[in-house]
């Protein structure tokens, strides 16, 4: 297959996985939730003028299909609820942007997925060599030993209280920016990478632990040959994508524990305040940065690797018999 037919094909189906989360989302809060405009507009706590807001803005009172094609124009046309922000003693009858606070959150947990990745994969990748070797072949089993003995959460705990409580070396929470800005508030690349040491070394434990097993079985299978060692760097960098989308899931407990304003501790503060339209937009956007990196890497990897192409047969035009 051509890479050029694969490229559109891959990203016709990521297209497609993003019109279904989104579709699995509408009917999620709008479908099987019960009383939508009640519970959209804070459950127990809305006052009928907040359910009459929101029955507005959102259209909950037109028919599922019209709702339907209002909540998909709100994504797609980029006419988020309440273009507007709200500010006090203003006459304003839109939601405030659930899409735009959202996305203040996803910068932090971009820092620490993207550094988790980076600090994974390094160690894993130097242990795996190392271990490859005869010398070292003894040890082969220590690091998952390590990593399931030491279970992440009693790690992150130990490393707070000695490093941030005990000897004060790095804090235990919060989050800065990585851009110096000239207001007051904690931003600099030093204060951002001292922010996200405790969280990064303590989700990258077990994924350093599993990458250096895998490493080293694979180097030992395919030996000193270049180009199957090739292939399996290109395969790795999809595992690392598929990686990706499974940290996003489990930033969501460590943006609460560390305090960082990510998506995670967003979707927290959204389920403890009921507001569902918020949340809504943490799940699409969390949705979003999962498919958007396995697409990214698919079309990078099939670039260099031609028999990435070949698992899309089943879509590949036949071949004229000779």
């Not at 600090?119 to 060599?129: P, Q, R, T």
């Not at 800005?181 to 632990?209: F, K, R, Y």
């Not at 958007?292 to 018999?321: C, G, Q, T």
Request: glycine letters at 8%.
């Amino acid at each position: 297959m051509s890479y050029r037919r694969f490229f559109l094909i891959r990203f016709a189906q990521a297209l497609f996985a993003i019109w279904l989360v989104a579709t699995l989302v509408f009917v999620m809060f709008f479908v099987l939730l019960p009383k939508p405009a009640r519970n959209l507009a804070g459950g127990k706590q809305a006052t009928p003028s907040m359910i009459e807001r929101v029955s507005d803005e959102l259209h909950l009172d037109a028919p599922l299909h019209e709702q339907y094609a209002w909540y998909m124009w709100r994504l797609f046309g980029h006419q988020t609820a309440g273009g507007s922000p709200v500010f006090p003693g203003a006459k304003e009858k839109s939601l405030p942007d659930s899409g735009a606070i959202a996305r203040h959150a996803i910068p932090p947990t971009l820092s620490l997925v993207i550094l988790t990745l980076i600090v994974s994969l390094g160690v894993g990748g130097l242990a795996g060599f190392a271990l490859a070797r005869r010398r070292w072949r003894w040890a082969y089993g220590l690091p998952i030993y390590v990593a399931v003995g030491l279970l992440p959460i009693w790690v992150g705990l130990e490393l707070s209280f000695y490093l941030g409580v005990r000897w004060d070396v790095v804090p235990i929470g919060g989050y800065c920016n990585f851009f110096a800005s000239g207001g007051e508030g904690c931003s600099g690349p030093v204060n951002w990478i001292t922010h996200l040491i405790l969280p990064v070394v303590t989700l990258s434990l077990a994924l350093a632990a599993v990458y250096t097993r895998m490493i080293r079985a694979e180097l030992l299978r395919v030996g000193s040959d270049r180009e199957r060692r090739r292939g399996f760097l290109l395969f790795f960098a999809r595992v690392a994508a598929f990686v990706f989308g499974a940290l996003i899931g489990l930033s969501f407990f460590f943006d609460a524990t560390f305090l960082i304003p990510g998506l995670g501790r967003l979707m927290l503060v959204s389920y403890q305040a009921q507001d569902f339209v918020l949340m809504q937009s943490v799940v699409l956007y969390a949705a979003f940065l999962g498919i958007a990196a396995s697409f990214l890497v698919d079309a990078l990897v099939a670039a260099f690797d031609p028999e990435i192409r070949n698992e899309w047969r089943f879509v590949a035009r036949p071949r004229r018999a000779t």
